[in-house]
């Protein structure tokens, strides 16, 4: 599987409801402001995957 990207992009495969992923783009994006790189450096925030996983065990007796 190949991952086309177009140059000048960070590409960050995160969860949507990642609380850590979501603070991590948002320092991406202030640091990008403040370098002067917001034309030439852009963000691309993908989800993993299509399909559903599978919720481990663990997950199952917790939500009991």
Known sequence: MSITV???TAVVY???VC???T???YC??????SAGMTERVR???RIPGRRPRPV?????ILVR
């Open 6 to 8: 177009r140059p000048g």
């Open 14 to 16: 995160t969860d949507i």
């Open 19 to 21: 609380a850590w992923s």
């Open 23 to 25: 603070l991590a783009l």
């Open 28 to 33: 991406f994006y202030r640091l990008r402001e």
């Open 43 to 45: 963000g691309a925030r």
């Open 56 to 60: 481990p065990e663990a997950m199952k």
